[in-house]
C-alpha cells in the first residue's frame, strides 16, 4: 500500500489524463491533475480515503450513479494492486472499480465491473500515483507508484507539475 500523502493520479491506460474534480462536484480525467491528499486507514487491507486539495472534498463513488464525485463526507476505498504500481480504486470486496473510458479531458469517471484482461483497453482500469518527496535545488524527487525517479526541477516546471 501506498504510505499517506499528496498525489497525482493518472490513468494507466490514457497516461496523459489526471483526476481532476470540476466545480460542480464531478470528477474527471483531465489533463491537468488535483493534488489529491491518500490518508491510509488500513494500510494491509489497502484501505485509505482521498481528498481533492483544490476543490476541499473527499473523493467517493455515488452508489446510485455508480460515478466518481466530490463529497463533504469521505469514504473508505480499497486500493487493490496487481504489481508494477498499478492500482485499481474500488469499495472494498465490490467488483466495480474506477475507469475512464475516453481519453479526451472532461471524460467523467465512472465505476463497472472490472474488465478481464483480453477485453479491449481493460488497463482503463489501472491507476498510477505520484507523490513529490522533496527539493533539491533544481532536482526534485518524485515517487512514482513503486519507482522512485530524479527529474530535473525545469522539466516539471515546462509541465506544469
Same mark, same amino acid.
Given at each position: ?7 497525482? /493520479?493518472?490513468? *494507466?491506460? +490514457?497516461?496523459?489524463? *489526471?483526476? +481532476? ?9 483531465? &489533463? ?6 491518500? +490518508?491510509?486507514?488500513? !494500510? ?19 452508489? &446510485? ?7 463533504? =463526507? ?7 494492486? &496487481?504489481?508494477?504500481?498499478?492500482? /485499481?480504486? +474500488?469499495?472494498?470486496?465490490?467488483? =466495480? ?25 481493460? =488497463? ?6 505520484? &507523490? ?10 518524485? *515517487? ?13 516546471? !515546462?509541465?506544469?507539475?
Amino acid at each position: 500500500m501506498l504510505p499517506s500523502g499528496d498525489y497525482k /493520479i493518472q490513468n *494507466f491506460l +490514457h497516461t496523459d489524463r *489526471f483526476i +481532476h474534480m470540476k466545480a460542480d462536484g464531478t470528477v474527471v480525467g483531465y &489533463e491537468e491533475a488535483d493534488i489529491i491528499q491518500l +490518508h491510509v486507514t488500513d !494500510a494491509a487491507m489497502g484501505l485509505a480515503t482521498l481528498f481533492d486539495k483544490l476543490r476541499n472534498q473527499y473523493i467517493v463513488i455515488d452508489n &446510485e450513479t455508480g460515478h466518481v464525485v466530490g463529497s463533504a =463526507e469521505s469514504q473508505v476505498l480499497q486500493f487493490s494492486t &496487481e504489481g508494477d504500481g498499478k492500482y /485499481i480504486i +474500488h469499495i472494498m470486496n465490490v467488483n =466495480e472499480v474506477w475507469l475512464l473510458n475516453k481519453g479526451k479531458d472532461w471524460t467523467p469517471i465512472v465505476t463497472a465491473p472490472a474488465p478481464p484482461p483480453g477485453v479491449q483497453d481493460y =488497463e482503463r482500469k489501472y491507476w498510477l500515483f505520484a &507523490e513529490f518527496l522533496s527539493f533539491f535545488g533544481n532536482l526534485t524527487v518524485v *515517487f512514482v507508484s513503486a519507482h522512485r525517479v530524479a527529474i530535473p526541477y525545469g522539466i516539471l516546471a !515546462a509541465r506544469g507539475v
